[in-house]
């Protein structure tokens, strides 16, 4: 795997589905069941196959890469920040809670498809089991910038906050919903820089007395929310979201 290809997956793969539908969620990172360099490059192998471009259907990319990632849609489990992201997909397009089972179903055939309603990308395009953990300085020889990862993610930011935005002016989506403001808080600069502007922080009372909250914006008739942490967010700061958003927009997104 020559650093030509891995550099060409950096700056353009950016994750799944449809860059023309209505819905988008911009998160950290991709998780890695192996965390290792052989996912990584099995990954490049699919994408290079697949298109190279932008984004790929999800489904198809993970069964083709067979290293653990593909078992939500061969077993059917919903996986922890997908089933977050189908929870708010179908309250916009349908006001309603899914159930379960509608969930399964809609994971195992809709999800991150290139004709959804939706597409799921990422910041930073590396995929890691956790936010701390890195697989790949050994691959400083060739590219510098990933012998640690606050290196890599300080070099490609750039880049990719750049590239986010061109993205987003282009193809327009009526809800941009970043998933997670950071630990302190430290990702809602990279949030701001793609929108052009700065995210309000929009308190939010919850049953457990402890509060909570999210932050939001509208600019260029794109409406931005940040959640603190999708994965654990309490169910009031998901509901404001949906009720602030249907209740400044024209008409219903498309199903």
């Known amino acids: 795997m020559n650093k030509e290809r891995i550099e060409n997956y950096i700056n353009n793969f950016y994750g799944y589905g449809n860059l023309s539908s209505q819905i988008w969620f911009i998160g950290i990172e991709e ?21 190279s471009k932008n984004t790929v259907d999800c489904k198809e990319f993970h069964l083709k890469i067979k290293m653990g990632n593909e078992k939500p849609f061969t077993t059917g489990s919903i996986q922890a ?115 052009g502007d700065n995210l309000k922080k929009i308190n939010v009372q919850t049953k457990s007395g402890k509060g909570d909250f999210f932050f939001k914006i509208y600019k260029d008739d794109v409406k931005y929310y940040s959640l603190h942490n999708l994965k654990y967010e309490a169910i009031e700061v998901k509901n404001n979201i949906i009720d602030d958003f249907r209740n400044n927009q024209e008409g219903n997104l498309i199903d």
């Open 31 to 51: 998780g890695s069941n192996t965390n290792s360099i052989e996912e990584l490059y099995r990954r490049i192998e699919v994408w290079e196959e697949l298109s």
């Open 81 to 195: 920040t997908w089933g977050r992201y189908i929870d708010l997909i179908i309250q916009l397009t349908k006001n309603k809670k899914p159930e379960k089972i509608e969930k399964r179903t809609f994971q195992l055939n809709n999800l991150g498809g290139l004709n959804a309603n939706h597409c799921m990308i990422e910041l930073y395009p590396m995929p890691c089991r956790d936010r701390k953990s890195w697989s790949y300085a050994q691959l400083r020889d060739d590219l510098p910038y990933l012998g640690n990862k606050t290196e890599y993610e300080n070099f490609v930011s750039d880049i990719r906050v750049q590239n986010l935005k061109k993205l987003i002016n282009q193809y327009k989506p009526k809800i941009v919903i970043f998933n997670s403001a950071g630990e302190k808080e430290g990702l809602i600069k990279y949030w701001n820089k793609i929108i």
